[in-house]
């Protein structure tokens, strides 16, 4: 199965990346949307904007890119006198991640709270919870800021976004250092159902799963710091999804780093 024709599926197996995981998919649906010319678009960055200061608002992302920075610099400590390790490379990592670090420590206060406090940012967060709640009537301001020329809303978009942008690349930093810490494997669920124990010693942070896009299939993976299992179920339209009883070949990468 070549690579570049997979489907890739993630499982993270431990809260911290899981927060990281949802971080990043806000992020990449901000930044789709903001440059885009439609109302309706700048609405969806809005949208992803307000669950991003939501989320840095119920957990103390800041402490927690932090440790997981320096957690990957000590592995990187261990590792630059190992054979085969890039002297080059591996300092080019450090770099970035001592940036990233820089990045993260000057922002004051709270990741988000710039943002989080901004005045029309909050009377559309009270809205927002209600299914319909920032229509045109509700939010009559609202609706005047998505009538204005784009240039005009991305541009305070952008002044929004500019407060996050650290918090932004520290994600996305160690989500890829995780994903590229371990090469995939041919691997083949008997029946549609796979599972593997994990070496405690060495806990996997990350389950990635590398799928054949023709096939009609979906992986459903669930797991711990000890083991996690996957299940292979249909996918067919209009039907409640069941198990796929027949082997799957698939690529499994269990993310260490």
């Known amino acids: ?14 809260e911290r990346v899981r927060t990281f995981l949802r971080l990043e998919h806000l ?11 439609s109302p309706w678009e700048t609405r969806a960055a809005v949208e992803a904007l307000l669950d991003i200061i939501a989320i840095t608002a119920r957990a103390d992302i800041k402490t927690e890119l932090l440790k997981e920075i320096d957690r990957n610099l000590s592995t990187l400590a261990r590792i630059r006198n190992q054979p085969g390790v890039d002297p080059g490379a591996l300092n080019q990592v450090i770099d970035d991640l001592e940036q990233a670090a820089g990045g993260i420590h000057a922002l004051p206060g709270q990741i988000g709270n710039e943002a989080r406090e901004d005045e029309f940012l909050k009377s559309i967060a009270q809205r927002n919870s209600i ?34 942008s650290a918090v932004s690349q520290a994600v ?38 590398g799928l054949d896009p ?15 299992s996957i299940r292979f179920l249909s996918a067919d339209p ?11 070949a698939f690529r499994l990468t269990c993310c260490v780093f």
């Not at 199965?1 to 431990?14: D, K, R």
């Not at 209009?238 to 799957?248: C, K, L, M």
């Open 1 to 14: 199965m070549p690579v570049s024709q997979e489907l890739i599926f993630e499982h993270p197996l431990n």
């Open 27 to 37: 992020f990449e649906r901000a930044e789709h949307f903001m440059p885009a010319p």
């Open 131 to 164: 299914p319909g709640g920032a229509c045109s009537f509700d939010l009559p301001f609202y609706h005047h800021f998505l009538t204005q020329p784009q240039a005009t809303r991305q541009a305070r978009l952008s002044d929004w976004m500019s407060g996050l």
């Open 172 to 209: 996305r930093l160690v989500l890829s250092l995780a994903r590229t810490s371990a090469n995939p494997r041919p691997r083949t669920a008997q029946s549609g159902f796979y599972q593997e124990a994990l070496d405690t010693q060495t806990p996997a942070q990350l389950v990635r799963v």
């Open 214 to 228: 023709a096939l009609a299939i979906f992986p459903e993976i669930s797991g711990h710091k000890n083991r996690f």
């Open 238 to 248: 209009g039907q409640r999804p069941s198990q796929h009883r027949e082997d799957v």
